[in-house]
């Protein structure tokens, strides 16, 4: 299955000129070539004019690039050329495997903080911590770079080294790490249990992302309890997208058949669909859905799939929209064409282009907070009250009244209670007594 994402001006003309010699012969393809020629000529002749009488030199390999992004970006969002350096560097996320270091990593007042040290990685190893601020990599100052010029330089062929100085609270100077690159598989999976139930986060589809969902269930079915999992939530929330096979793999991982998403392109010949093979990897568990506004492509993909066939419940806000599948076509020396190529169709037959999965239940994003308790009254407050038959026992009602009185602590605003998991949390518990209501009857 192929992948699919979701030199001078001179040159560049006789590119597309070789291409309109291609066109059948016949009057009216005569004329359209024809017109297409006048029109290659008008915009060498602009070309020309930007040339030799913009205000200030431009470069050719510039101007070029920009007119192809422009004819692109004129077709739809997604359409774009990646010169080398951006065809590289989107290859390294689809692969989800590179050389480095392994650290997640912000700008944070002109200097990279480290986010998180992963796992078993070089970086974590050499002891690096989260907080840690980069002054120097090998010497350069860190201040005045962005963070893709950062990380590229992280970045680098594997068992070549590469030297940090890093700011850490509490050291009185710089700390200096030498650290050896390794390979780092990008984690677009994690998992942990929530009490009787699985949570599967999934950040974007690359290559590593089936094997990484495949690991994830089977640590929980390990974790839980294969008979005590009440069921799944797979979160898909801010998933911008990715591969395609990769989004059909996943939801081939919760279901045993049925179709799970078709794509249509410019030659219906060339439709094609894409069924569920045998074996739920969930055992058929109930699984709820997590998607918002910042779900995506491939996300709506899975989320559409498995809405469709009711194998499970999509909770949330609806969807991004992104119903387009774009194919990256290389072009010799010269980086590669992301091109839309098909529009994509839920098993129903719905296009989401524009209009996004509708959840089968609307939550909307909320912080959870305790509304402040009033002070509770007692028989001790009461105006014109029998007095206690000792003072011990008055001093004791004074205490008992005035801890009563005092407001219980409320969960502060803004904190991290995840309003969308938490329903998502009660309604499986809820179908899984249901279930199990029914099933004693």
Avoid: C, W
């Avoid at 009057?27 to 002749?45: I, M, P, V």
């Amino acid at each position: 299955m192929r992948n699919f994402l979701l030199g001078s001006a001179f040159s560049f003309l006789l590119l597309i000129a070789v291409g309109t010699l291609a066109l059948p012969q016949g009057g009216g393809s005569q004329a359209a070539s024809s017109e297409t020629y006048r029109q290659l000529n008008l915009f060498g002749d602009i070309f020309e004019r930007v040339r030799n009488d913009y205000v200030e030199p431009s470069d050719d390999a510039e101007l070029v690039e920009a007119a192809i992004n422009g004819m692109l970006a004129s077709l739809d969002p997604h359409s774009t050329y990646l010169n080398p350096k951006k065809f590289r560097e989107m290859q390294v996320q689809t692969r989800g495997e590179f050389g480095g270091l392994g650290i997640e990593v912000t700008m944070d007042n002109g200097l990279v903080k480290v986010v998180t040290p992963i796992d078993d990685t070089p970086a974590a190893r050499a002891g690096l911590k989260a907080g840690d601020l980069i002054t120097h990599l090998d010497g350069t100052p860190v201040l005045g770079m962005t963070l893709s010029e950062a990380v590229e330089q992280m970045r680098g062929p594997v068992s070549s080294k590469i030297k940090i100085s890093v700011q850490r609270e509490g050291e009185d100077g710089p700390l200096d790490f030498e650290i050896t690159r390794d390979v780092i598989k990008v984690q677009s999976v994690r998992s942990h249990a929530e009490d009787d139930i699985g949570y599967v986060r999934i950040t974007t589809f690359n290559e590593q992302t089936e094997e990484g969902l495949k690991k994830a269930l089977s640590s929980l079915k390990s974790e839980i309890g294969g008979d005590r999992i009440k069921g799944y939530v797979l979160d898909l929330r801010n998933n911008p997208g990715g591969l395609l096979d990769q989004a059909i793999a996943v939801a081939d991982a919760f279901m045993d058949q049925g179709e799970i998403v078709s794509t249509r392109g410019r030659d219906e010949a060339n439709q094609q669909r894409y069924n569920a093979r045998e074996g739920d990897l969930t055992d058929g568990k109930p699984v709820v859905v997590l998607v918002n506004g910042g779900s995506a492509s491939a996300s709506e993909i899975v989320a559409g799939a498995l809405q469709d066939h009711h194998r499970a419940i999509v909770l949330g806000t609806k969807s991004f929209g992104k119903g387009s599948v774009q194919t990256i076509i290389p072009i010799q020396g010269q980086g590669a064409l992301r091109m839309t190529t098909a529009r994509y169709y839920t098993p129903s037959g719905h296009s989401i282009q524009a209009k996004g999965i509708v959840p089968d239940i609307e939550v909307p994003q909320a912080k959870i907070e305790l509304l402040e308790q009033r002070p509770r009254t007692s028989e001790a407050d009461l105006r014109n009250r029998l007095a206690p038959e000792a003072e011990e026992e008055a001093a004791k009602a004074e205490g008992d009244s005035a801890k009563e009185a005092a407001p219980e602590a409320a969960t502060p605003a803004g904190s991290d209670e995840d309003f969308q998991l938490l329903r998502a949390l009660d309604l499986l518990r809820g179908l899984s007594l249901f279930h199990a209501n029914a099933a004693s009857r």
